[in-house]
């Protein structure tokens, strides 16, 4: 079957068998354990000295029990000119709440901040 990348999206969902590690495992074949390595090659990254790698793989790995369509929807609102400060605070403070994504709330925390100050936050709309 020929690969669709419009009627195939998501991957995870609709096309599990396109999907594979970079060491050649299937979708099916992850395990939480497979996913737990992602913690360890963040702790190795770290004392390597490579600590925008390691803060990227801890996020993936708390991402891990965060659902696909929660993931898709935070990284629309992380899109210039989507959301409002209120709504990009909504989505930090559900992500440690709901998933105890803390890592990833912090991320969202720190875009909204730097959204500020680059005018990319959607105004707020006008009360009347």
Known sequence: MAFDPIADYPLG???????????????????????????????????????????????????????????LEVYTALRPHRSTADELESWADRLERDFHATMTAAFVREARTVYAKRNLLLPDEPTV
Request: hydrophobic share 45%; glycine share 10%.
């Open 13 to 71: 969902t609709q096309r599990p068998d396109l999907v594979r590690t970079p060491g050649g495992l299937g979708l099916d074949e992850l395990t939480l354990d497979a996913l737990r390595t992602l913690g360890l090659q963040s702790q190795v990254a770290l004392a390597a000295g490579r600590a925008q790698l390691a803060a990227n793989l801890a996020r993936a790995a708390e991402l891990t029990g965060v659902p696909d369509e929660v993931i």
